[in-house]
Protein backbone atom coordinates (compact mmCIF):
# COMPACT_ATOMS: atom_id res chain seq x y z
CA UNK A 1 0.00 0.00 0.00
CA UNK A 2 1.67 3.30 -1.24
CA UNK A 3 1.79 6.10 1.78
CA UNK A 4 1.31 3.31 4.74
CA UNK A 5 4.06 4.58 7.50
CA UNK A 6 4.57 1.78 10.16
CA UNK A 7 5.92 2.68 13.77
CA UNK A 8 8.06 -0.19 14.19
CA UNK A 9 10.61 -2.38 12.07
CA UNK A 10 12.06 -5.07 14.16
CA UNK A 11 8.92 -6.29 16.11
CA UNK A 12 6.47 -9.58 15.38
CA UNK A 13 4.02 -7.28 14.06
CA UNK A 14 5.89 -4.66 11.95
CA UNK A 15 7.54 -7.20 10.55
CA UNK A 16 4.80 -8.68 8.87
CA UNK A 17 2.83 -5.34 7.95
CA UNK A 18 6.21 -4.78 5.95
CA UNK A 19 5.39 -8.29 4.28
CA UNK A 20 2.09 -7.80 3.01
CA UNK A 21 2.68 -4.09 2.29
CA UNK A 22 6.22 -4.39 1.17
CA UNK A 23 5.65 -0.57 -0.29
CA UNK A 24 5.22 0.55 3.77
CA UNK A 25 7.72 2.62 5.50
CA UNK A 26 8.46 0.95 8.62
CA UNK A 27 10.35 3.29 11.01
CA UNK A 28 12.82 1.76 13.42
CA UNK A 29 14.00 2.92 16.85
CA UNK A 30 16.66 5.38 15.13
CA UNK A 31 14.19 6.82 13.38
CA UNK A 32 11.40 7.50 15.84
CA UNK A 33 12.02 6.30 19.55
CA UNK A 34 8.46 6.11 21.12
CA UNK A 35 10.49 7.26 24.69
CA UNK A 36 10.51 10.51 23.11
CA UNK A 37 6.58 11.54 21.75
CA UNK A 38 7.16 14.85 20.22
CA UNK A 39 9.64 13.03 18.06
CA UNK A 40 7.57 10.83 17.00
CA UNK A 41 4.86 12.56 15.99
CA UNK A 42 7.41 15.18 13.91
CA UNK A 43 8.41 12.07 11.92
CA UNK A 44 4.86 11.27 11.20
CA UNK A 45 4.25 14.90 9.69
CA UNK A 46 7.66 14.77 7.70
CA UNK A 47 6.52 11.83 6.39
CA UNK A 48 3.41 12.70 4.84
CA UNK A 49 1.48 9.47 5.00
CA UNK A 50 -1.87 8.52 3.66
CA UNK A 51 -2.17 5.96 6.81
CA UNK A 52 -0.10 5.30 10.08
CA UNK A 53 0.00 1.89 11.76
CA UNK A 54 1.70 2.24 15.64
CA UNK A 55 3.24 -1.46 15.81
CA UNK A 56 5.98 -0.53 18.47
CA UNK A 57 5.30 -1.08 22.17
CA UNK A 58 7.34 -1.67 25.44
CA UNK A 59 6.07 -5.49 25.17
CA UNK A 60 8.01 -7.04 28.21
CA UNK A 61 5.37 -7.78 30.65
CA UNK A 62 7.14 -8.54 33.91
CA UNK A 63 9.91 -5.64 33.01
CA UNK A 64 7.30 -2.91 33.16
CA UNK A 65 6.72 -3.39 36.75
CA UNK A 66 9.88 -1.55 37.55
CA UNK A 67 10.23 0.62 34.11
CA UNK A 68 7.18 2.61 34.36
CA UNK A 69 8.02 5.66 33.05
CA UNK A 70 9.56 4.21 30.15
CA UNK A 71 6.62 1.69 29.14
CA UNK A 72 3.95 4.89 29.89
CA UNK A 73 5.97 6.86 27.14
CA UNK A 74 6.59 4.07 24.61
CA UNK A 75 2.67 2.56 25.80
CA UNK A 76 0.91 5.45 26.05
CA UNK A 77 2.18 9.17 25.58
CA UNK A 78 4.13 8.57 22.09
CA UNK A 79 0.95 6.88 20.43
CA UNK A 80 -1.28 9.81 21.60
CA UNK A 81 1.04 12.23 20.30
CA UNK A 82 1.31 10.28 16.94
CA UNK A 83 -2.84 9.85 16.76
CA UNK A 84 -2.92 13.77 17.83
CA UNK A 85 -0.57 14.51 14.82
CA UNK A 86 -2.80 12.07 12.44
CA UNK A 87 -5.83 13.88 13.80
CA UNK A 88 -4.31 17.65 12.62
CA UNK A 89 -2.95 16.34 9.18
CA UNK A 90 -6.48 14.59 8.50
CA UNK A 91 -5.24 10.61 8.60
CA UNK A 92 -6.47 7.62 9.82
CA UNK A 93 -4.40 6.21 12.66
CA UNK A 94 -4.42 2.26 13.44
CA UNK A 95 -3.31 0.79 16.80
CA UNK A 96 -3.00 -2.29 18.87
CA UNK A 97 -3.82 -3.08 22.14
CA UNK A 98 -4.42 -5.48 24.42
CA UNK A 99 -5.66 -8.49 26.30
CA UNK A 100 -3.96 -7.24 29.28
CA UNK A 101 -6.01 -4.20 29.37
CA UNK A 102 -8.93 -6.52 31.03
CA UNK A 103 -8.33 -7.99 34.62
CA UNK A 104 -8.75 -11.67 33.50
CA UNK A 105 -12.34 -12.17 35.72
CA UNK A 106 -14.84 -14.70 34.86
CA UNK A 107 -15.19 -17.18 31.70
CA UNK A 108 -16.94 -15.16 29.38
CA UNK A 109 -15.32 -13.78 26.20
CA UNK A 110 -14.70 -9.77 26.79
CA UNK A 111 -16.67 -7.51 24.82
CA UNK A 112 -15.02 -4.29 23.16
CA UNK A 113 -17.29 -2.14 25.60
CA UNK A 114 -16.48 -4.42 28.76
CA UNK A 115 -15.12 -2.56 31.52
CA UNK A 116 -10.93 -2.87 32.00
CA UNK A 117 -9.03 -3.45 34.75
CA UNK A 118 -5.40 -3.83 34.37
CA UNK A 119 -3.40 -6.12 36.88
CA UNK A 120 0.21 -5.12 35.83
CA UNK A 121 2.00 -2.14 34.51
CA UNK A 122 2.17 -2.97 31.02
CA UNK A 123 -1.84 -3.36 30.52
CA UNK A 124 -1.97 0.20 32.49
CA UNK A 125 0.38 1.64 30.00
CA UNK A 126 -1.50 -0.35 27.08
CA UNK A 127 -4.76 1.03 28.52
CA UNK A 128 -3.85 4.50 29.06
CA UNK A 129 -2.59 4.50 25.07
CA UNK A 130 -5.98 3.42 24.15
CA UNK A 131 -7.48 6.35 25.95
CA UNK A 132 -5.07 8.59 24.65
CA UNK A 133 -5.10 7.78 20.67
CA UNK A 134 -9.27 7.39 21.08
CA UNK A 135 -9.43 11.16 22.65
CA UNK A 136 -6.67 12.58 19.54
CA UNK A 137 -10.23 13.82 17.72
CA UNK A 138 -9.00 11.90 14.00
CA UNK A 139 -10.15 8.64 12.62
CA UNK A 140 -8.67 6.06 15.12
CA UNK A 141 -8.81 2.49 15.28
CA UNK A 142 -7.63 0.04 18.56
CA UNK A 143 -7.12 -3.48 17.24
CA UNK A 144 -6.79 -5.50 20.67
CA UNK A 145 -5.13 -8.56 20.30
CA UNK A 146 -3.66 -11.51 22.11
CA UNK A 147 -0.95 -14.41 22.88
CA UNK A 148 0.91 -12.89 19.38
CA UNK A 149 3.34 -15.32 18.04
CA UNK A 150 5.90 -15.72 14.56
CA UNK A 151 8.75 -16.79 13.53
CA UNK A 152 10.63 -13.15 14.69
CA UNK A 153 10.80 -11.69 18.28
CA UNK A 154 10.52 -13.24 21.14
CA UNK A 155 7.36 -14.94 21.90
CA UNK A 156 6.05 -17.88 23.69
CA UNK A 157 6.32 -20.43 20.50
CA UNK A 158 10.42 -19.61 20.61
CA UNK A 159 10.46 -20.34 24.25
CA UNK A 160 8.73 -23.45 24.06
CA UNK A 161 10.95 -24.96 21.31
CA UNK A 162 14.16 -23.88 23.29
CA UNK A 163 12.85 -24.80 26.52
CA UNK A 164 11.20 -28.17 25.07
CA UNK A 165 14.44 -28.86 23.43
CA UNK A 166 16.36 -28.88 26.41
CA UNK A 167 14.28 -30.40 29.00
CA UNK A 168 11.70 -33.45 28.88
CA UNK A 169 9.21 -31.50 31.11
CA UNK A 170 7.79 -28.47 31.39
CA UNK A 171 5.27 -27.01 33.79
CA UNK A 172 2.66 -24.97 32.31
CA UNK A 173 0.30 -22.77 33.16
CA UNK A 174 -3.26 -24.21 32.65
CA UNK A 175 -5.84 -21.84 34.02
CA UNK A 176 -4.91 -18.79 32.03
CA UNK A 177 -7.59 -18.88 28.92
CA UNK A 178 -6.83 -17.40 25.49
CA UNK A 179 -6.28 -16.68 21.94
CA UNK A 180 -2.85 -17.50 20.70
CA UNK A 181 -2.70 -14.94 17.59
CA UNK A 182 -0.15 -15.32 14.43
CA UNK A 183 1.40 -11.74 13.49
CA UNK A 184 0.63 -12.32 9.92
CA UNK A 185 -3.43 -12.59 10.99
CA UNK A 186 -2.58 -9.44 12.18
CA UNK A 187 -0.71 -7.30 9.95
CA UNK A 188 -3.84 -9.12 7.28
CA UNK A 189 -6.50 -8.03 9.65
CA UNK A 190 -4.64 -4.47 10.06
CA UNK A 191 -4.47 -3.85 6.16
CA UNK A 192 -8.02 -4.60 5.75
CA UNK A 193 -9.19 -2.11 8.10
CA UNK A 194 -6.67 0.81 7.07
CA UNK A 195 -7.96 0.42 3.34
CA UNK A 196 -11.99 0.04 4.97
CA UNK A 197 -11.14 3.11 6.91
CA UNK A 198 -9.79 5.17 4.05
CA UNK A 199 -12.96 4.24 1.86
CA UNK A 200 -14.83 5.20 4.45
CA UNK A 201 -13.67 8.15 6.49
CA UNK A 202 -16.53 7.59 9.71
CA UNK A 203 -15.36 3.94 9.93
CA UNK A 204 -13.35 3.10 13.53
CA UNK A 205 -13.67 2.56 16.59
CA UNK A 206 -12.11 -0.51 19.24
CA UNK A 207 -11.95 -3.89 17.53
CA UNK A 208 -10.70 -7.38 19.31
CA UNK A 209 -9.02 -9.62 16.84
CA UNK A 210 -7.43 -13.08 18.44
CA UNK A 211 -6.66 -16.84 17.16
CA UNK A 212 -9.00 -19.96 17.46
CA UNK A 213 -9.91 -21.74 19.42
CA UNK A 214 -9.45 -20.01 22.67
CA UNK A 215 -6.77 -22.53 24.44
CA UNK A 216 -4.80 -22.51 28.05
CA UNK A 217 -0.89 -21.58 27.76
CA UNK A 218 -0.56 -25.23 28.65
CA UNK A 219 -2.61 -26.19 25.99
CA UNK A 220 -0.48 -24.06 23.40
CA UNK A 221 2.55 -25.42 24.51
CA UNK A 222 1.36 -29.09 23.93
CA UNK A 223 0.44 -28.23 20.40
CA UNK A 224 3.98 -26.37 19.64
CA UNK A 225 5.65 -29.90 20.99
CA UNK A 226 3.42 -32.35 19.28
CA UNK A 227 3.74 -29.93 15.73
CA UNK A 228 7.32 -29.71 16.30
CA UNK A 229 8.02 -32.72 17.13
CA UNK A 230 9.50 -32.48 19.99
CA UNK A 231 9.61 -34.52 22.97
CA UNK A 232 8.62 -32.56 26.02
CA UNK A 233 6.07 -33.13 28.62
CA UNK A 234 3.13 -30.55 29.30
CA UNK A 235 2.75 -30.79 33.04
CA UNK A 236 -0.10 -28.42 33.50
CA UNK A 237 0.18 -26.27 36.82
CA UNK A 238 -1.35 -23.51 38.57
CA UNK A 239 -0.88 -19.58 38.20
CA UNK A 240 0.27 -19.27 41.94
CA UNK A 241 2.92 -22.30 40.86
CA UNK A 242 4.76 -20.15 38.50
CA UNK A 243 5.38 -16.93 39.81
CA UNK A 244 6.29 -13.73 37.92
CA UNK A 245 6.60 -10.46 39.16
CA UNK A 246 3.40 -9.01 36.56
CA UNK A 247 -0.01 -10.41 37.13
CA UNK A 248 -1.96 -11.74 34.31
CA UNK A 249 -5.25 -12.16 33.39
CA UNK A 250 -7.18 -15.81 34.00
CA UNK A 251 -9.67 -14.85 31.67
CA UNK A 252 -8.00 -13.61 28.33
CA UNK A 253 -11.35 -14.99 26.03
CA UNK A 254 -11.65 -11.60 23.22
CA UNK A 255 -15.32 -12.05 21.36
CA UNK A 256 -14.49 -10.75 18.20
CA UNK A 257 -18.02 -10.72 16.98
CA UNK A 258 -17.79 -6.97 15.87
CA UNK A 259 -14.57 -7.14 13.49
CA UNK A 260 -16.28 -9.96 11.84
CA UNK A 261 -19.39 -7.55 11.61
CA UNK A 262 -17.66 -4.51 10.26
CA UNK A 263 -14.92 -5.19 8.38
CA UNK A 264 -15.56 -9.29 7.32
CA UNK A 265 -12.21 -10.45 9.78
CA UNK A 266 -13.00 -14.23 10.81
CA UNK A 267 -11.00 -15.51 13.51
CA UNK A 268 -7.61 -17.18 12.30
CA UNK A 269 -7.22 -20.82 13.59
CA UNK A 270 -3.85 -20.19 15.66
CA UNK A 271 -3.29 -23.88 14.54
CA UNK A 272 -2.73 -23.41 11.10
CA UNK A 273 -0.23 -20.53 11.70
CA UNK A 274 1.53 -22.20 14.11
CA UNK A 275 1.96 -24.84 10.93
CA UNK A 276 3.56 -21.73 8.99
CA UNK A 277 5.14 -20.22 11.81
CA UNK A 278 7.36 -23.84 12.23
CA UNK A 279 7.92 -24.20 8.55
CA UNK A 280 9.76 -20.69 8.58
CA UNK A 281 11.62 -21.49 11.10
CA UNK A 282 12.64 -24.79 10.03
CA UNK A 283 13.62 -23.10 6.61
CA UNK A 284 15.78 -20.16 8.09
N1 LIG B 1 3.59 -9.76 21.82
C1 LIG B 1 2.38 -10.08 22.22
O1 LIG B 1 2.15 -11.20 22.69
C2 LIG B 1 1.25 -9.10 22.12
C3 LIG B 1 1.44 -7.84 21.59
N2 LIG B 1 0.39 -6.95 21.54
C4 LIG B 1 0.61 -5.63 21.01
O2 LIG B 1 0.88 -5.77 19.63
C5 LIG B 1 1.74 -4.73 19.18
C6 LIG B 1 2.92 -5.32 18.45
O3 LIG B 1 3.59 -6.19 19.34
P1 LIG B 1 4.76 -7.15 18.86
O4 LIG B 1 4.91 -7.05 17.39
O5 LIG B 1 4.56 -8.47 19.49
O6 LIG B 1 6.00 -6.45 19.56
P2 LIG B 1 7.47 -6.99 19.77
O7 LIG B 1 7.68 -7.18 21.22
O8 LIG B 1 7.76 -8.08 18.82
O9 LIG B 1 8.29 -5.74 19.29
C7 LIG B 1 8.14 -4.48 19.87
C8 LIG B 1 8.54 -3.45 18.87
O10 LIG B 1 8.44 -2.16 19.48
C9 LIG B 1 9.68 -1.52 19.29
N3 LIG B 1 9.99 -0.59 20.37
C10 LIG B 1 10.02 -0.84 21.70
N4 LIG B 1 10.40 0.26 22.37
C11 LIG B 1 10.61 1.21 21.43
C12 LIG B 1 11.03 2.57 21.47
N5 LIG B 1 11.32 3.19 22.62
N6 LIG B 1 11.14 3.25 20.31
C13 LIG B 1 10.87 2.64 19.13
N7 LIG B 1 10.49 1.37 19.01
C14 LIG B 1 10.36 0.67 20.15
C15 LIG B 1 10.71 -2.62 19.24
O11 LIG B 1 11.89 -2.13 18.67
P3 LIG B 1 13.33 -2.74 19.09
O12 LIG B 1 13.45 -4.04 18.34
O13 LIG B 1 14.28 -1.69 18.64
O14 LIG B 1 13.32 -2.93 20.57
C16 LIG B 1 9.97 -3.62 18.39
O15 LIG B 1 10.04 -3.29 17.04
C17 LIG B 1 2.09 -3.93 20.44
O16 LIG B 1 1.23 -2.83 20.53
C18 LIG B 1 1.79 -4.89 21.57
O17 LIG B 1 1.45 -4.23 22.77
C19 LIG B 1 -0.87 -7.29 21.95
C20 LIG B 1 -1.12 -8.52 22.44
C21 LIG B 1 -0.09 -9.54 22.55
C1 LIG C 1 8.36 -20.00 30.13
C2 LIG C 1 7.13 -20.43 30.89
C3 LIG C 1 6.02 -19.61 30.95
N1 LIG C 1 4.93 -19.98 31.62
C4 LIG C 1 3.73 -19.12 31.64
C5 LIG C 1 3.91 -17.71 32.16
C6 LIG C 1 2.78 -16.99 31.51
O1 LIG C 1 1.61 -17.13 32.29
C7 LIG C 1 2.60 -17.71 30.21
C8 LIG C 1 3.13 -16.97 28.99
O2 LIG C 1 4.41 -16.48 29.27
P1 LIG C 1 5.05 -15.28 28.44
O3 LIG C 1 6.04 -14.59 29.29
O4 LIG C 1 5.46 -15.78 27.10
O5 LIG C 1 3.79 -14.40 28.21
P2 LIG C 1 3.59 -12.85 28.25
O6 LIG C 1 4.86 -12.17 27.96
O7 LIG C 1 2.84 -12.47 29.44
O8 LIG C 1 2.65 -12.71 26.97
C9 LIG C 1 1.90 -11.55 26.83
O9 LIG C 1 2.67 -10.58 26.17
C10 LIG C 1 2.05 -9.33 26.08
C11 LIG C 1 2.96 -8.41 25.28
C12 LIG C 1 0.63 -9.37 25.64
O10 LIG C 1 0.08 -8.37 25.18
C13 LIG C 1 -0.19 -10.58 25.95
O11 LIG C 1 -1.25 -10.78 25.03
C14 LIG C 1 0.62 -11.85 26.06
O12 LIG C 1 0.98 -12.37 24.80
O13 LIG C 1 3.28 -18.95 30.32
C15 LIG C 1 4.87 -21.22 32.27
O14 LIG C 1 3.85 -21.55 32.90
N2 LIG C 1 5.96 -22.03 32.23
C16 LIG C 1 7.08 -21.70 31.56
O15 LIG C 1 8.07 -22.48 31.56
MG1 LIG D 1 7.04 -12.36 27.11
Not at 227 to 247: E, H, K, L, N
Request: glycine share 10%.
Amino acid sequence: MQGLLVFGRTGQVARELARVAPAARCLGRDAADLSDPAACAAALAQAQPRLVINAAAYTAVDRAETEAGTARLVNAEAPAAMAAEAARLGVPFLHVSTDYVFDGSGQVPWREADPTGPLGVYGATKLAGEEGVMAAGGQTAVLRTSWVFSAHGANFVKTMLRLGRERDQLGIVADQIGGPTPASAIAAALLVMGRAMLADRDKGGIYHFAGAPDASWADFAREIFSQAGVSCAVRPIATADYPTPARRPANSRLDCRRIAEDFGIDRPDWRAGLAEVLKELEDA
